[in-house]
């Protein structure tokens, strides 16, 4: 039957994707919590990864977003369908095995699960984190190309930890913005998408840049806006994003994302992708082809 979609770019685009969040977490754990002008002097330009960090990561270790993001992932593959039980489950094991970091607001989301089965967190005009929006992408993929899906997913796995107005529609622009990128958007087209978010939350105005990279969503969201935008390379897109500092890990993994999806598996450097836990990569590459061949754009 006629498909209007390549779905071997889609596949292509999805891999790089989750490879890219893995990437940048892995790299920019190494800087988190340290300012750009911190970086600048003891790196100059920071741009491999090494590990260490607060952290004391092994080089190419993941932290907590990409171990996050696996968790419903693989919650979706073992289902073969959407369960906001079976990605609590997994996050609830994950914390018990002791993860190298856990957010606090998804450490008390996961332990009020753990109490009294809580799936959605109570409203709460204070959690507007990004360890929500950090760990979309698998939602993302597995809800391709249908928005409706998306924001289910998206919001249903957030709310586990976060239930709040903008870290919402900062998942729900991020994972818009990741469908366009996945069926082969321009930038152009996903800047104008973002000037709907912009309208609606003036706060997320990343134009003049003000350089806080923060684990606040906004922050967040402004530095991966800004540097996806201005990066010509899914190089320079994570360069730029990750010598901001601040939460480097999550920026780090929120842009690789976006740049991955957007670039594709032929513009990761190399050096990077050698670089980051072998089993990780593995498992990663077994969970795209699942996401992707189980969403509707291959069902067609
Ligand atoms: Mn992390
Ligand atoms: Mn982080």
Request: proline fraction near 4%.
């Amino acid at each position: 039957m006629f498909n209007q979609y390549n779905l071997e770019e889609i596949r292509d685009r999805a891999r790089a994707a989750f490879i890219g969040m893995a990437i940048g977490d892995a790299l920019g754990a190494t800087v988190e919590f340290m300012t750009a002008s911190e970086i600048a002097s003891k790196y100059g330009t920071f741009r491999d990864i090494i590990g260490g960090g607060w952290l004391r990561l092994k080089p190419g270790q993941v932290t907590d977003d990409t171990e996050m993001a696996l968790c419903i992932a693989r919650a979706i593959v073992k289902n073969q369908a959407w369960s906001v039980e079976a990605v609590a489950d997994n996050f609830a094991a994950w914390l018990k095995s002791r993860p190298v970091d856990c957010g606090d607001t998804c450490r008390k989301g996961i332990r009020a699960y753990l109490l009294n089965g809580q799936l959605e967190s109570p409203p709460n005009e204070w959690d507007a984190g990004n360890g929500a929006a950090m760990r979309i992408l698998p939602a993302v993929l597995f809800s391709l190309p249908d928005g409706e899906l998306l924001k289910k997913y998206v919001l249903e796995q957030a709310h586990i930890t976060h239930n709040n107005p903008v870290s919402d529609a900062a998942c729900l622009c991020l994972g818009e913005l990741l469908h366009m990128a996945l069926c082969g958007a321009g930038k152009n087209r996903m800047n104008r998408h973002v000037d709907g978010l912009v309208a609606r939350f003036p706060t997320f105005t990343f134009v003049p840049y003000r350089g806080l990279a923060t684990g606040y969503v906004v922050d967040t969201m402004q530095t991966v806006l800004h540097w996806f935008f201005r990066g010509r390379s899914f190089e320079e897109c994570l360069v730029g994003t990750v010598n901001q500092g601040g939460d480097a890990d999550t920026t780090g993994a929120i842009c690789g994302m976006m740049a991955g999806a957007y670039y594709g598996m032929d513009a990761i450097p190399k050096r990077w992708m050698k670089k980051v836990d072998g089993k990780v990569i593995a498992e990663i590459e077994i969970m795209v082809e699942r996401l992707i061949t189980a969403s509707p754009v291959w069902r067609g």
